[in-house]
């Protein structure tokens, strides 16, 4: 079983940074894909960025631009860095590895706070 742990998040003002880091207990070389999810309070959770083995990333639409998601196979390591924070990025920010493309298929840890004061 393969264990994803989340850590980064924290409470920051609009406009700050944070990067989120999140380690997995086996190497991730196999995994297709890498990404991140996020979950607001009252709200869905919804995909944020994903990035293919090969280069191609995905991102939605409110983060293009601010966020990034990188993957670092020797270190068994994905990141996001997250630039000019804004107030309705607040969520816990979940990491996710899949063999396939689609990631609600794979494997997720438990999640990191991150808040955005205004």
């Known amino acids: 079983q393969v264990q994803l742990v989340e850590s980064g998040g924290a409470l920051v003002q609009a406009g700050g940074s944070l990067r989120l880091s999140c380690a997995a207990s086996?190497?991730?070389?196999?995994?297709?894909?890498v990404g991140w999810h996020r979950q607001a309070p009252g709200k869905q959770r919804e995909s944020v960025a994903r990035?293919?083995?090969?280069?191609?990333?995905n991102y939605a639409d409110s983060v293009k631009g601010r966020f990034t998601v990188s993957r670092d196979n020797a270190k068994n390591m994905v990141y996001l860095e997250m630039n000019s924070l804004k107030p309705e990025d607040t969520a816990v920010y979940y990491c996710?590895?899949?063999?396939?493309?689609?990631?609600?298929?794979?494997?997720w840890g438990q999640g990191t706070q991150v808040t955005v004061s205004s």
């Open positions: 086996t190497s991730i070389v196999s995994f297709l894909a």
């Open positions: 996710g590895m899949s063999i396939y493309s689609d990631l609600r298929n794979g494997y």
């Open positions: 990035l293919i083995r090969g280069g191609r990333s």
